[in-house]
């Protein structure tokens, strides 16, 4: 259907979208909720390997080492 994430509303259209499938409204939800949890874990592992990759590199100094 072309929906992205940054489209304002996707994530209240996809639960309607769920719900035309023939799930509960309360399965839906919890659906869609698993999967943004999902979502989030994946992003937060991407941002923390990309940290610690530009902290080795010396591209990213944290408030500890600055005297």
Known sequence: MGI???TPGAGIFSLFLLHDA???GVVAAAG???AALVGTA???FILLLWR???VKTG????E???P
Do not use: E, P
């Not at 591209?59 to 944290?62: D, R, S, V, W």
């Open 52 to 54: 610690r990759q530009a």
């Open 32 to 34: 869609w909720f698993g």
């Open 22 to 24: 023939g799930l509960s």
């Open 42 to 44: 994946i992003s937060t």
């Open 59 to 62: 591209k990213y100094i944290t």
């Open 64 to 66: 500890d080492a600055i």
């Open 4 to 6: 992205g994430l940054s």
